[in-house]
T-cell receptor, first 112, second 110 residues
Framework: NAGVTQTPKFRILKIGQSMTLQCAQD?????MYWYRQDPGMGLKLIYY???????DKGEVPNGYNVSRSTTEDFPLRLELAAPSQTSVYFC???????????FGPGTRLLVL | RKEVEQDPGPFNVPEGATVAFNCTYS??????FFWYRQDCRKEPKLLMS???SGNEDGRFTAQLNRASQYISLLIRDSKLSDSATYLC???????????FGSGTRLLVRP
């Protein structure tokens, strides 16, 4: 099992550009999450999904969009990148609500 | 008040030392609790769940004090490889949501 995979590992964007962060899991988990982690800060939930076709906003959704067309994939879309979106983005999945979350290796994003 | 608060550290200890971290949470109805470990520039990984009666996993012991709303992590016989950031994590309402603390950094020196 690969677990949770994320691509790309690192990306530099110019202000106003858009990109999609990819996330996939092969554990057949229903729950998937996107977090951002700023230096010295805790993880902030951006969006989450409880199953294919169902997504909802987390704590900091502004500037982002998600979709969940399959159980395996949960891409995060950044539209009109801003310097405030410079961060490390982690995707995670869990079998149960509130249960152990398994994280991908992260995507480091720099917006200049 | 933050939902989950931790001392950021760093805690700088010699190999073989015993070190303890505390974490406080604000929601008295919180249901489940975890400690995650995050190495530098890596993803968080579950270290252990925290049970009401306290639990031990090798050199690691976790305790929960519901009355005072804190959880603790004790590491005995510290190893160099224990150097990492330890994240306190709380599930406030048995939903999907986990609240992550900012972490406590541990440095174990030779």
């Amino acid at each position: 099992n690969a677990g949770v995979t994320q691509t790309p590992k690192f990306r530099i964007l110019k202000i106003g550009q858009s990109m999609t962060l990819q996330c996939a899991q092969d554990m057949n988990h229903n729950y998937m999450y996107w977090y951002r982690q700023d230096p010295g800060m805790g993880l902030k939930l951006i969006y989450y999904s409880v199953g294919a076709g169902i997504t909802d906003k987390g704590e900091v959704p502004n500037g982002y969009n998600v979709s969940r067309s399959t159980t395996e994939d949960f891409p995060l879309r950044l539209e009109l990148a801003a310097p405030s979106q410079t961060s490390v983005y982690f995707c995670a999945s869990s079998r149960d609500a509130g249960g152990t979350q398994y994280f991908g290796p992260g995507t480091r994003l720099l917006v200049l | 008040r933050k939902e989950v608060e931790q001392d950021p550290g760093p805690f700088n200890v010699p190999e073989g030392a015993t070190v303890a971290f505390n974490c406080t949470y604000s929601n008295s109805a919180s249901q489940s609790f975890f400690w995650y470990r995050q190495d530098c520039r890596k993803e968080p990984k579950l270290l252990m769940s925290v049970y009401s009666s306290g639990n031990e996993d090798g050199r690691f012991t976790a305790q929960l004090n519901r009355a005072s709303q804190y959880i603790s992590l004790l590491i005995r016989d510290s190893k160099l490889s224990d150097s990492a950031t330890y994240l306190c994590v709380v599930n406030p309402d048995s939903s999907y949501k986990l609240i992550f603390g900012s972490g406590t950094r541990l440095l174990v020196r030779p």
